[in-house]
């Protein structure tokens, strides 16, 4: 592939001086599986960045920090992830391709490949998880929703990925992907989130579609017209329907619009149920 020089880098320092010192032809590296699948032609360096010490999950108050470098099983399994939000991030990462993949692949990389068909963007956005990177200025931190409005791959030709924090919620998360069997990539994916207030009405909604085939993003107008109503399968339904017109769909080589626009109606109304069963412990 071009590659002339393999470096390990030993702390965040290290990377970014390495990074820079290539300008423009090194390239981070973490799990692989993404940048094994193409590297610009003009890398000649590669930085192994999963020897800089980012590895490791702990709790935050009722939320979560995962370093960039911890991979997508080893959050499915620890114990800090499954007791966030009654283990709605370990259970997505039990979505996410297959076993093998998910040893090597790292939360860094999937954050920062994005891929709109992936289904871990979908989540992030949804949980209002927030990224803290640093180059040799600065350390700065955006929610990821905001991250992928900006020019995110520019920014991390010069910058490191070094944790992703999620936020406390008072309520339920639930997740569902249509794919064509278990390992395969999305066709379509949502993250709805709820809580209650005291009188049992929604005191706020989060849904996040994905893989429609743009990357994930949140659909506000459907969380709007969810907040402050009564959870009932009247109002998924109804919230299903608000979700046909809604949201933006397109055609690609796995799905066609008109065939996303009712999946993503059918997976949202399901999500809803099951976060409203969650927040109310009948799930
Ligand atoms: C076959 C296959 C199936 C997949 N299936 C799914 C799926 O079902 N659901 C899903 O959500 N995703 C899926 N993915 C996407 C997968 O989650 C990501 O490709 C993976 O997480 C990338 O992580 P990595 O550590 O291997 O990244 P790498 O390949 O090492 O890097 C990917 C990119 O991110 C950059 N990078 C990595 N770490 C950092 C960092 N800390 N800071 C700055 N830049 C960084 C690299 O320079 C590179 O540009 C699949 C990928 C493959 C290849």
């Given at each position: 592939?071009?590659?002339?020089?393999?470096?390990?880098?030993?702390?965040?320092?290290?990377?970014?001086?390495?990074?820079?010192?290539?300008?423009?032809?090194?390239?981070?590296?973490?799990?692989?599986?993404?940048?094994?699948?193409?590297?610009?032609?003009?890398?000649?360096?590669?930085?192994?960045?999963?020897?800089?010490?980012?590895?490791?999950?702990?709790?935050?108050?009722?939320?979560?920090?995962?370093?960039?470098?911890?991979?997508?099983?080893?959050?499915?399994?620890?114990?800090?992830?499954?007791?966030?939000?009654?283990?709605?991030?370990?259970?997505?990462?039990?979505?996410?391709?297959?076993?093998?993949?998910?040893?090597?692949a790292t939360?860094?990389?999937?954050?920062?490949?994005?891929?709109?068909?992936?289904?871990?963007?979908?989540?992030?956005?949804?949980?209002?998880?927030?990224?803290?990177?640093?180059?040799?200025?600065?350390?700065?931190?955006?929610?990821?929703?905001?991250?992928?409005?900006?020019?995110?791959?520019?920014?991390?030709?010069?910058?490191?990925l070094t944790?992703?924090?999620?936020?406390?919620?008072?309520?339920?998360?639930?997740f569902?992907?249509?794919?064509?069997?278990?390992?395969?990539?999305?066709?379509?994916?949502?993250?709805?989130?709820?809580?209650?207030?005291?009188e049992?009405?929604?005191?706020?909604?989060?849904?996040?579609?994905?893989?429609?085939?743009?990357?994930?993003?949140?659909?506000?107008?459907?969380?709007?017209?969810?907040?402050?109503?009564?959870?009932?399968?009247?109002?998924?339904?109804?919230a299903?329907?608000?979700?046909?017109?809604?949201?933006?769909?397109?055609?690609?080589?796995?799905?066609?619009?008109?065939w996303?626009?009712?999946?993503?109606?059918?997976?949202?109304?399901?999500?809803?149920?099951?976060?409203?069963?969650?927040?109310?412990?009948?799930?």
């Open positions: 592939m071009g590659i002339k020089r393999f470096h390990y880098a030993r702390d965040v320092e290290e990377a970014l001086s390495l990074l820079a010192a290539y300008e423009g032809r090194g390239a981070l590296l973490a799990g692989g599986v993404d940048l094994a699948r193409g590297l610009a032609p003009e890398v000649e360096g590669l930085i192994d960045v999963t020897t800089a010490g980012l590895a490791g999950i702990s709790a935050d108050g009722g939320g979560l920090r995962v370093g960039a470098t911890t991979t997508l099983e080893a959050i499915r399994r620890s114990q800090e992830a499954q007791g966030y939000l009654g283990g709605f991030l370990a259970k997505v990462m039990g979505h996410v391709a297959t076993l093998p993949l998910r040893n090597m939360l860094g990389g999937a954050v920062v490949s994005a891929h709109p068909w992936a289904d871990i963007p979908t989540a992030l956005v949804a949980l209002g998880a927030e990224a803290v990177w640093q180059n040799e200025e600065l350390t700065e931190k955006a929610s990821v929703e905001e991250l992928y409005r900006r020019p995110f791959r520019a920014i991390f030709r010069r910058a490191l944790e992703v924090r999620f936020p406390a919620w008072d309520g339920a998360f639930a569902e992907k249509v794919a064509r069997n278990a390992g395969d990539i999305a066709l379509i994916n949502c993250a709805c989130g709820l809580g209650l207030d005291g049992g009405k929604i005191a706020w909604a989060r849904v996040a579609i994905g893989a429609t085939p743009h990357r994930a993003k949140r659909l506000t107008a459907v969380e709007d017209f969810l907040t402050d109503e009564a959870p009932s399968e009247e109002l998924w339904a109804e299903a329907h608000k979700m046909k017109t809604e949201v933006e769909v397109g055609d690609d080589m796995r799905a066609s619009a008109e996303r626009r009712s999946a993503a109606a059918a997976i949202v109304r399901r999500a809803l149920d099951r976060a409203a069963k969650g927040v109310t412990g009948d799930a």
